[in-house]
């Protein structure tokens, strides 16, 4: 009788670890970790609380409260976990987005793809794993995700959690101030993709291999595979990604770019980013050139490949075609908009704002310059890094 009974406890603590002792992001503390706003369950996700686990109010559910979690570009940081029912390990990734409360059309970028062995290397225990926030992610907030699709869970299963996040520069980068002369250019690095997401019907049709660790479409270009036990198989369907977002690919038209050689006189063209902190998010743009006479031989032509950042389609409803600008046949959105601060940017060289609710009028870019293609939080600008025999350290006196 005895031995029945031990038998049977066994049973159940083992049925209780599969339905509450599922894996939860330890660090960086996630959303609904902490506080009243306490809610995280080691459950994964359905189609209804996707992304993040998040509830019936947003607004709640992504209180930063209580969470304190910062990170500094090209310093190591780890990421751990906890529970028990690691279920023989799977794939992982780790993603930001600048939205501050993710919805299921929320655009992500991917820092790292494991494959394989996440979150359990041997697949009976969690581990800790290290990363890096790319030079090319912009200092700011940020909200980081987990994800992960295990591999011996019995079903097709999806989890993910969430937490704020601060990034802030490493001992490289220099903070740009108010009216400082800035390089402009788009904010998302069109090299890291989109979350791959799977096994939500509602969001997409792709699913894993059951007893597989599974391999992500586009995994980026940071890629590990810990894992001491891996059964690689890929990721079956179309478009795996978050619902309007759109998939990274893998083959990029290609750019030119001009380099100049350190010993010529030539003049820059210069960005002034000017911000009135009593109309914020609204932002200013001039420019001041000067013409260029110099010989061929100074100026060297390279291309260099760049794709289209991810789709933010979701963030800012599209209304009718208007606001057009006079002479050019150019036309953005006209009506009110959801996102506050969100560009427009048409052909990378005209855009306008999500301001007081509406869309503005159409404007264009200065000349020789670009903005990012689609919509955007940002028109992002990052100080050019001083350079000792440079035309711009010559200019500004570094």
Not at 44 to 57: E, I, K, M, R, Y
Not at 96 to 101: C, F, N, S, V, Y
Not at 277 to 287: I, K
């Amino acid at each position: 009788m005895q031995t029945r009974i031990q038998t049977l406890v066994t049973a159940l603590m083992a049925f209780a670890a599969g339905i509450n002792g599922h894996i939860i992001m330890k660090s960086p503390a996630p959303f609904g970790s902490v506080g009243s706003t306490k809610s995280i369950t080691s459950s994964p996700l359905t189609s209804a609380n996707f992304p993040c686990q998040v509830g019936s109010d947003p607004a709640k559910f992504y209180s930063k409260d209580g969470l304190d979690n910062k990170m500094v570009i090209g310093q190591p940081q780890k990421i751990s976990f906890e529970g028990s029912a690691v279920h023989g390990g799977g794939s992982c990734q780790l993603a930001l987005t600048k939205d501050p409360q993710p919805s299921a059309s929320t655009s992500w970028q991917v820092i790292l793809s494991i494959e394989g062995g996440c979150p359990s290397k041997s697949g009976t225990g969690t581990d800790e794993y290290d990363f890096t926030i790319p030079d090319s992610i912009a200092p700011g907030d940020y909200v980081f995700a987990w994800t992960w699709i295990s591999k011996l869970s019995g079903t097709q299963e999806y989890y993910m959690n969430c937490a704020p996040v601060t990034i802030t520069g490493g001992s490289g980068k220099r903070e740009v101030s108010q009216n400082e002369t800035m390089e402009l250019f788009g904010r998302d690095d069109a090299t890291l993709p989109e979350l791959m997401v799977a096994n939500l019907a509602d969001i997409n049709d792709c699913k894993s291999e059951l007893s597989t660790d599974p391999e992500f479409p586009q995994p980026g270009p940071n890629v590990i595979k810990p894992g001491s036990n891996n059964k690689f198989a890929p990721i079956s369907g179309s478009n795996c990604v978050p619902k309007g977002a759109k998939a990274v690919p893998s083959a990029a038209p290609a750019q030119t770019s001009t380099s100049v050689a350190s010993d010529t006189n030539l003049p820059s063209t210069f960005v002034t980013l000017t911000i009135d902190t009593s109309t914020l998010p609204a932002v200013t743009l001039t420019t001041s050139s000067a013409a260029v006479t110099t010989s061929s031989s100074a100026v060297q032509t390279t291309s260099a490949t760049a794709s289209p950042s991810p789709s933010h389609a979701s963030s800012a409803p599209a209304g009718p075609s208007g606001s057009p600008i006079p002479g050019s046949g150019v036309q953005g959105l006209t009506g009110p908009c959801k996102t506050e601060g969100m560009f427009n940017c048409i052909g990378g060289t005209s855009y306008q704002q999500c301001a007081s609710g509406s869309w503005s009028v159409m404007m264009n870019m200065p000349p020789t310059t670009k903005c990012q293609e689609g919509q955007t939080m940002t028109l992002w600008g990052r100080g050019l890094k001083p350079q000792k025999d440079s035309l711009m350290g010559r200019r500004r006196g570094y």
